[in-house]
T-cell receptor, first 109, second 115 residues
Framework: AQRVTQPEKLLSVFKGAPVELKCNYS??????LFWYVQYSRQRLQLLLR??SRESIKGFTADLNKGETSFHLKKPFAQEEDSAMYYC???????????FGAGTRLFVKA | DTEVTQTPKHLVMGMTNKKSLKCEQH?????MYWYKQKAKKPPELMFV???????INESVPSRFSPECPNSSLLNLHLHALQPEDSALYLC??????????????FGSGTQLSVL
């Protein structure tokens, strides 16, 4: 069965500190992994996807197939990073995107 | 136009009412989706349309009836809903590119309250 696990409901860090939002997945094939973000009073939007291997707003995420993880990292958190972050999985070639429970990141001044 | 537009933004309906949610996009996306999101929970997939044909129905009760009249529009017809159906209903769209999963573009949602 497909499953996405985000173990932390809330993560609070100080501005300038490193941040890591954890995501583990369960899927028998080769999934595609995404991070979506929802800022306050804004719509849900894509932050990054593993096949792009890019850095968006200073965030990166590496797919580790051995550990079935796709953790989101940023070396220096900013206050504007405060938001709800969802890790999501989609089977290759399929339309069914499944979301993890989400982690709310709070960056303190 | 790079947005998914949903109307209405808020809807209050009784259990005997019939109402419809509407979603529109003009990005040329050929896949459109309905998600349901309860408070403090992740979005849950309900339906997927691909090239205007229903591709996925996640065992959604028949009181929810989707419709895709053309490549830009997606409707969700509601009838005889229950109070537990109260939630934020999100529409999304994406390109269709072979075996690659394309990113979802979400609308801002319709907040539905069933009394």
């Amino acid at each position: 069965a497909q499953r996405v696990t985000q173990p932390e409901k809330l993560l609070s860090v100080f501005k300038g500190a490193p941040v890591e939002l954890k995501c583990n997945y369960s899927y028998s094939g080769s999934p595609e992994l995404f991070w979506y973000v929802q800022y306050s009073r804004q719509r849900l939007q894509l932050l990054l996807r593993h096949i792009s291997r890019e850095s968006i707003k200073g965030f990166t995420a590496d797919l580790n197939k051995g550990e079935t993880s796709f953790h989101l990292k940023k070396p220096f958190a900013q206050e504007e990073d405060s938001a709800m972050y969802y890790c999501a999985l989609s089977p290759t070639g399929g339309f069914k995107t499944i979301f993890g429970a989400g982690t709310r990141l709070f960056v303190k001044a | 136009d790079t947005e998914v537009t949903q109307t209405p933004k808020h809807l209050v309906m009784g259990m005997t009412n019939k109402k419809s949610l509407k979603c529109e996009q003009h990005m040329g996306h050929r896949a459109m989706y309905w998600y349901k999101q309860k408070a403090k929970k992740p979005p849950e997939l309900m339906f997927v349309y691909s090239y205007e044909k229903l591709s996925i129905n996640e065992s959604v009760p028949s009181r929810f009836s989707p419709e895709c009249p053309n490549s830009s529009l997606l409707n969700l017809h509601l009838h005889a809903l229950q109070p537990e159906d109260s939630a934020l209903y999100l529409c999304a769209s994406s390109q269709v590119k072979g075996s690659t999963n394309e990113k979802l573009f979400f609308g801002s949602g319709t907040q539905l309250s069933v009394l």
